[in-house]
């Protein structure tokens, strides 16, 4: 496991090959070992492959016109559009993408009560958690990810899109690749404080 922790990169350029069956639920099984505040497993996976990636990532060019147009909620992120439309492309070309949904997501711009709030960072790093041992998992089985969050700027088109309960957390690029990665270098020292001795 601490080698597929090494070895994960983000993968953005994707062979055109299947992700056959079995891997993709080996994925999905490591997903729901994660730990979850409560014990709640508040995920919810939405699968999607052939030409249902099609309309997917169309939904989500129309989100980001109407962000480039002024015309979404998503005021002040319009810096951010190049970026989400390299990442569509990404989701076009890898051969599976699995939505995150957080179940028991409140939807965005809800004011929430303090309770409410903690109960939603809880849950959500319960889907992050998951989110993580799919990225591992498939590390391990040498099949690529890429976690994207650029999705967000097209929240309301691929909610409309998905047609489902629950509240988009993240969607996994997934597929194989042939690009060498080397591993990350991470600086991490200045990260961490200590209080107290061994
Ligand atoms: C929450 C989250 C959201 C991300 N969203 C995107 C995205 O929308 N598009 C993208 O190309 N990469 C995205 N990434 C990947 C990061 O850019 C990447 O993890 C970071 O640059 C470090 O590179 P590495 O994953 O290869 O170590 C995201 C990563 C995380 C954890």
Redesign the pocket.
Known sequence: MIEAIYK???V?RFLPRPVPQDVIEKILEAAVQAPSAKNRQPWKFVVVRGRERRDMVSAMKTGLQKVRRGESRFTGWEPYIP??V??AR?LELAPVTIFVLNKQGRPLGENLSVPDKIMEICDLESVSAAVQNMSLAATDLGVGS??????FLAYDELKTWLNTDGEMA?AMAFGYTDKP?PP?RREWKNSVLYRGED
């Open positions: 994960r990169r983000s953005r970026s989400a390299y990442t990404i890429l976690w994207t969050c650029n999705i993240a990665l990350a």
